[in-house]
T-cell receptor
Framework: KQEVTQIPAALSVPEGENLVLNCSFTDSAIYNLQWFRQDPGKGLTSLLLIQSSQREQTSGRLNASLDKSSGRSTLYIAASQPGDSATYLCAVIKAAGNKLTFGGGTRVLVKP | DTEVTQTPKHLVMGMTNKKSLKCEQHMGHRAMYWYKQKAKKPPELMFVYSYEKLSINESVPSRFSPECPNSSLLNLHLHALQPEDSALYLC??????????????FGSGTRLTVV
């Protein structure tokens, strides 16, 4: 059974500091890994999708890396802003069924 | 159109009521999903529809009844719910193949309260 873990569960940083969010998964037989952002009581906003053949994806201040062999992905957010405060979720897509398996999320607070 | 639209945004229902949640997308996605999310927890998969056919039911109680009338629309019919069913219900869609170019797109959710 695929298990996805996100460490730390919560993170508080001063504005301007770089954020590093970690995601690990137990079964390396994945097709895709997707990072989401969720504001309190809201839906999920897709940030980045990494296909299994890719090593990283970048969008603006965001960069996500994927190391399938070690079962890890890292989301980097450069020069954090208070508006980056949210919960960040990683999810992996297994080989069959298009079934997303989520990590528990990392709650981020960026202090002005 | 790159959105998944869910209605209503909020719903309060009694334990004897029958209500429905609606989800719509016009991105040509042929896979659609229902997720349930409790506070401070990640979303949990309930149902998957692929090409309008139910492909995954994660042992969800029968008081939740999904329906996919066409490729753009997904409903979740609710009947005789319990207070513990109160949660944020999220709809999502994606391409139906194994290799996804754009990943999953989620709606903004329906906040359900059962009284």
């Amino acid at each position: 059974k695929q298990e996805v873990t996100q460490i730390p569960a919560a993170l508080s940083v001063p504005e301007g500091e770089n954020l590093v969010l970690n995601c690990s998964f137990t079964d390396s037989a994945i097709y895709n890994l997707q990072w989401f952002r969720q504001d309190p009581g809201k839906g999920l906003t897709s940030l980045l999708l990494i296909q299994s053949s890719q090593r990283e994806q970048t969008s603006g201040r965001l960069n996500a890396s994927l190391d399938k062999s070690s079962g890890r992905s890292t989301l980097y957010i450069a020069a954090s802003q208070p508006g980056d405060s949210a919960t960040y979720l990683c999810a992996v897509i297994k080989a069959a069924g298009n079934k997303l398996t989520f990590g528990g999320g990392t709650r981020v607070l960026v202090k002005p | 159109d790159t959105e998944v639209t869910q209605t209503p945004k909020h719903l309060v229902m009694g334990m004897t009521n029958k209500k429905s949640l609606k989800c719509e997308q016009h991105m040509g996605h042929r896979a659609m999903y229902w997720y349930k999310q409790k506070a401070k927890k990640p979303p949990e998969l309930m149902f998957v529809y692929s090409y309008e056919k139910l492909s995954i039911n994660e042992s969800v109680p029968s008081r939740f009844s999904p329906e996919c009338p066409n490729s753009s629309l997904l409903n979740l019919h609710l009947h005789a719910l319990q207070p513990e069913d109160s949660a944020l219900y999220l709809c999502a869609s994606s391409q139906a193949g194994r290799i996804l170019v754009y990943g999953y797109t989620f709606g903004s959710g329906t906040r359900l309260t059962v009284v």
